[in-house]
C-alpha cells in the first residue's frame, strides 16, 4: 500500500518525461495518413488510411470522360487502373510515404499527403 | 465555483493561442505540362495567387507549344523582340550554353521533335535526317540584341524548356519574398525552389527521386536554394530493337545522351542555373561535369552513374542523408 | 448466480453505450489512437467492485460487441490489445489501491492501454515511424485515464451505500 502523495509524484514524475520525449519527438512523428483525391483542383475524398479496415476501390471520371480506378487499401493507396494514354499514374504505384503526390496529368488527378510528411518535397 | 466555469474559457482561449504564430498556405495548380504546389508561410490567398498567375503568363509567353508565345513567332519567322523578362532569360540560357561549351543548347529541339518527344509519336530519325537537323543545331548563332531583339538563322528553332521551370521558380522565389515570405517550398514538377529555411529554423528536407525505382536516393538538407534533378527516366520510350532512347539529347551527336549517367541533381542559388545544369552535366557525362565543377564551383551536384555509383560534391555530402538500405556505393567527388 | 449475471450484463450495457456515444464525438487531439475511453470507466469501476472474473467478461464482450455495431474489424485488434494490457495492470493495481486511488487505476490503466494498442499498430503497419508518437499519445492517455478514473472512484464511492441499487 502506497500513500497517495506517493503516486502523485510518481505519476507527475512519468507525464513529465512523457511530456519532454513528446516535444523532443515533434519532428520524427510518422508521415501523416490523410489522403486527398483531388481533381481539376477540387478536393474530390479525403481519405485517413490508418482508420481504413478493408480494401476497396473506387472510380473516379474527368470532365471529359477520363477515368481512373484508385485502390484504397490499410495504410496505403494508388491508381490500380486509368484509361489515360501513358499510364504514368498506375506505374508509380502505392503512395504511402512518399512526399510526392501521384498524379495522372490527362485527366488531371492527383493523390497527395497532406500534412507532414518525411520530406518536404522531392526532385525529380 | 467561478474557477470551474472559467475552466471552459480557459481551455477555448489555449485552443485559439495555439492556432497563432506562422500560418501555413499553400496552392497547386497545373501549369508548364506539370503539377506544382506553393507552400508558403505568412503568404495570404492573394500573393499565391499572384504566383499562379505569373507562372501562366511565363508560360504563354515562353512556351515553344503555345502557338502565339514570342519563342513560337521566333521560330516561326526567324526574328522577335522579345519581352525584358523573356530577354533576361533568354541571355541567361545562352550564356549558360557557352560556359558548358554547348552541352546545354537551347537550339536543339527540332532534334527532340524529330524523335517524337513533342508529339508522343515516337520514332527513331535515321543518320541522315540526323545530319541534316544537326546543321540547324548551333546557340553560337543566335544573336540577342540589347534591346531584346533576337534572331535565329533559317531553320534553327529555340525551346526554352531546359530552363524555363528553374527560372520560373527563381520569379516566384522573389515574388514571395517581396511579398515578406520568409519561409516557403516550391515544387515545380520535379524543380524544388526554396525561400529560406522551414518556419522552425531547420533547413527543408528535400528527397532525391531514385533514377532506379520508386524509393528515394536519400534527403538534401537544402535553404533558400534550388534543388534541380534530371535524369532519363522521366520522359523515355523504348523503340522496336529494345533500346532505351530518352528526351535528354547530346547536341553534338542528335541522339540521346548516353553519357554514362542515369541522373543528375544540381543545388545552387538560382534555379535556372541548376536547371540548366541539370541537363549540361547530363550530357557531359561524369568526368566532364566534375571538371565542370572543379572549374565553377558556385553549385553543388549529385551524380547517379549507370554502374551504381552516387557521385557527391563534397558540400553536398556533408548535407545529404542517404535513404536507408541504399544500394548505390556513394563516393565525394575529388576536390582537385 | 442470476444477480451477478444480470448486474455482469447491465455494466456491458453500459459500456457499450459510452463507447457508441463517444464513437460518434469527433477526435479533440490529431494523434492516432488517442481517446477518452469513456467505457473505460465502467471496466476500473467493476474491477474494484465486482472482481477480476466478472471484468473480463465485461471486457471482453464490450470489446468484441463494440466492433460488431462499428462494423469495423480491424479496431478489434487494437481494442483487444489495449484492453488486455489495461486488464494485467489493473489486477496489479487492484491488490495494492485503496479506494480513495482509484484514480491512479485509471491513469495508468490508460497507458497501459494506449501502449497496447501501439504494440498492435507496430505488428500491423510495421512502421518504425509510429514510435514517434508513442510519448504524445502515452501523455493524452493520462490524461484521459484521470479523467476516466475520477469518474469510476466517483461511482465507487457514491454506489457503495445507495441502497435498492446494487450495481
Known amino acids: 500500500m502506497l500513500k497517495t502523495k506517493t503516486w502523485v509524484a510518481a505519476l507527475v514524475a512519468l507525464a513529465a518525461v512523457l511530456a519532454v520525449l513528446a516535444l523532443a519527438l515533434r519532428h520524427a512523428r510518422a508521415p501523416g495518413t490523410v489522403v486527398e483525391v483531388v481533381q481539376d483542383g477540387v478536393v474530390l475524398r479525403t481519405i485517413d488510411l490508418a482508420r481504413v479496415t478493408e480494401a476497396y476501390s473506387f472510380t473516379v471520371t474527368s470532365a471529359d470522360g477520363g477515368s481512373n480506378v484508385v485502390l484504397v487499401e490499410p495504410g496505403r493507396i494508388r491508381v490500380s487502373s486509368a484509361d489515360c494514354p501513358d499510364q504514368i499514374c498506375v506505374q508509380r504505384g502505392w503512395l504511402s510515404d512518399q512526399a510526392a503526390p501521384v498524379v495522372c496529368l490527362p485527366h488531371r488527378l492527383a493523390l497527395r499527403l497532406r500534412g507532414e510528411t518525411a520530406a518536404d518535397a522531392v526532385a525529380g | 465555483m467561478t474557477a470551474r466555469r472559467l475552466l471552459p474559457l480557459v481551455l477555448a482561449l489555449c485552443l485559439l493561442l495555439a492556432g497563432c504564430g506562422a500560418r501555413e498556405n499553400s496552392a497547386a495548380f497545373y501549369a508548364m505540362s506539370t503539377y506544382m504546389t506553393i507552400r508558403a508561410w505568412d503568404a495570404d490567398d492573394a500573393l499565391l495567387r499572384r504566383a499562379e498567375e505569373t507562372v501562366a503568363e511565363l508560360e504563354q509567353r515562353l512556351s515553344v507549344t503555345r502557338e502565339d508565345s514570342e519563342l513560337a513567332v521566333l521560330n516561326r519567322t526567324g526574328t522577335v523582340r522579345l519581352s525584358a523578362d523573356g530577354a533576361a532569360l533568354l541571355r541567361r540560357a545562352l550564356a549558360l550554353c557557352a560556359a558548358t561549351d554547348g552541352a546545354l543548347d537551347l537550339s536543339v529541339y527540332p532534334v527532340v521533335r524529330a524523335w517524337g518527344f513533342t508529339t508522343q509519336d515516337y520514332r527513331v530519325p535515321d543518320a541522315a535526317e540526323l545530319d541534316a537537323l544537326l546543321a540547324r543545331v548551333d546557340y553560337t548563332r543566335v544573336t540577342l540584341e540589347d534591346d531584346g531583339t533576337v534572331t535565329v538563322p533559317a531553320g534553327m528553332e529555340l525551346d526554352l524548356g531546359a530552363v524555363a521551370k528553374g527560372w520560373a521558380g527563381d520569379r516566384l522565389a522573389q515574388l514571395l519574398r517581396d511579398g515578406g515570405v520568409t519561409s516557403a517550398i516550391l515544387s515545380l514538377g520535379g524543380n524544388v525552389q526554396t525561400v529560406g529555411a522551414r518556419p522552425d529554423g531547420d533547413a527543408w528536407n528535400v528527397a532525391v527521386r531514385d533514377p532506379s525505382g520508386e524509393g528515394m536516393l536519400g534527403v538534401v538538407r537544402a535553404a533558400d536554394e534550388a534543388v534541380v534533378t534530371s535524369g532519363g527516366y522521366e520522359r523515355y520510350f523504348v523503340d522496336d530493337a529494345g533500346v532505351v532512347r530518352w528526351h535528354i539529347m547530346d547536341p553534338a551527336t542528335g541522339y540521346p545522351a548516353r553519357s554514362g549517367l542515369v541522373s543528375v541533381t544540381v543545388v545552387g542559388a538560382e534555379g535556372v542555373v541548376c536547371d540548366a545544369l541539370s541537363t549540361a552535366l547530363f550530357v557531359m557525362g561524369a568526368e566532364r561535369a566534375e571538371d565542370y565543377w572543379r572549374a565553377h564551383r558556385d553549385f553543388e551536384c549529385l551524380l547517379v552513374t549507370e554502374d551504381g555509383a552516387l557521385l557527391l560534391t563534397p558540400g553536398l555530402a556533408a548535407r545529404f542523408t542517404p535513404a536507408d538500405g541504399l544500394s548505390y556505393e556513394v563516393r565525394v567527388i575529388a576536390d582537385a | ?167
Open chain 3, 1 to 167: 448466480m442470476t444477480k451477478r449475471l444480470t448486474r455482469a450484463a447491465l455494466l456491458t450495457a453500459l459500456a457499450l453505450i459510452l463507447f457508441t456515444v463517444e464513437a460518434q464525438l469527433p477526435r479533440p487531439i490529431p494523434i492516432p489512437g488517442a481517446r477518452l475511453g469513456l467505457a473505460n470507466i465502467i471496466t476500473v469501476y467493476a474491477m474494484f467492485r465486482l472482481g477480476p472474473r466478472d471484468t473480463l467478461g465485461i471486457l471482453l464482450a464490450r470489446v468484441f460487441l463494440g466492433a460488431v455495431f462499428a462494423g469495423a474489424m480491424m479496431t478489434l485488434l487494437f481494442s483487444l490489445s489495449g484492453g488486455l494490457l489495461c486488464y494485467a495492470a489493473m489486477l496489479v493495481l487492484r491488490r495494492i489501491l485503496t479506494d480513495r486511488q482509484i484514480w491512479v487505476c485509471g491513469v495508468l490503466g490508460a497507458v497501459c492501454h494506449g501502449l497496447g494498442q501501439m504494440l498492435a499498430a507496430l505488428a500491423v503497419y510495421r512502421t518504425a515511424g509510429l514510435l514517434a508518437y508513442l510519448p504524445a499519445l502515452l501523455l493524452s492517455c493520462m490524461a484521459a485515464g484521470l479523467f476516466t478514473g475520477l469518474c469510476a472512484q466517483f461511482l465507487v464511492a457514491r454506489l457503495k451505500n445507495a441502497k435498492g441499487l446494487s450495481l
